[in-house]
Each structure stands twice: as structure tokens, then as C-alpha cells.
């Protein structure tokens, strides 16, 4: 199982890494209207790719099965409990960073979309692949 995940397994560790990096540099979100900000969509970009390479992986993993909706679930589950585990992480372990709930907001959002993206780029695939068999 591990085999087909190891893309999603790098991404995890390189999100723990980089938020980790002391960020004093990164200004504070004081409102809502600054949470529309660059920082934000890097955040929804990541999780997007985090639950999109589980998701793949898992279907790669998992090709045939009534059950298949349960990797979904386990997917976006995964990257919303790991963006959970960023911010605590970022509030009360590594230095010079802070948890922020519109960070986690926007993780979210972002594993909501890497699940779209993967649902998307699947029934396309699906569609051309029996658009092809039929000739």
C-alpha cells in the first residue's frame, strides 16, 4: 500500500517541513479581507495536491470494490486532519510560527478542491477510455 502512496507520502513531509520553517517574515492575518492573500491560496494549492496524490494513490491502489467511496472519505479526511495538525503544530511547537485558523480554513477549502480536481480528471479519463473501447 505504501508502493502507491509515496508520492502523497514526500508531499506530507514537505508540507511538515515547510511549515515548520520559522516564518517572521510572513505577515499576520488581522481581518477578513486580508485573508484573500497570497499565503492563502499557497495553502489551498497544497492541500489540493496533498488530497489529489492520496486519492490517486489510493484508486491505484484500490482499482475494483464496492467500497471505493470509503478512500475518499480516507483522503480529504487525511488532509483535513493534517492541515489540523500543521496549525497546532505551527501555535505551540515550532518556533516563530503561529496557528491560524483561516490558515486551517484555507487548508481545507484546499482539500475539498484537490478532491474536485481528482473527480474531474477521473470521469475524464474514464469518459475517454470507453469512448476509445467502443471503436
Known sequence: ??????????????????TGLPGNYIPQVSSFWEW?????????????ILSFLILHGMLQQYLSGNHRYLFVVGAVGFSLAYGLLTEVLQAHVFIGRDGNAYDFYADSIGAFCGWFIFSYAYRKKIKTFSSTNQD
Open 36 to 48: 484573500l492573500s497570497y499565503d492563502k491560496i499557497v495553502h489551498v494549492g497544497v492541500f489540493a
Open 1 to 18: 500500500m505504501i508502493r502507491k502512496l509515496w508520492p502523497a507520502l514526500t508531499w506530507a513531509i514537505i508540507i511538515l517541513i515547510i
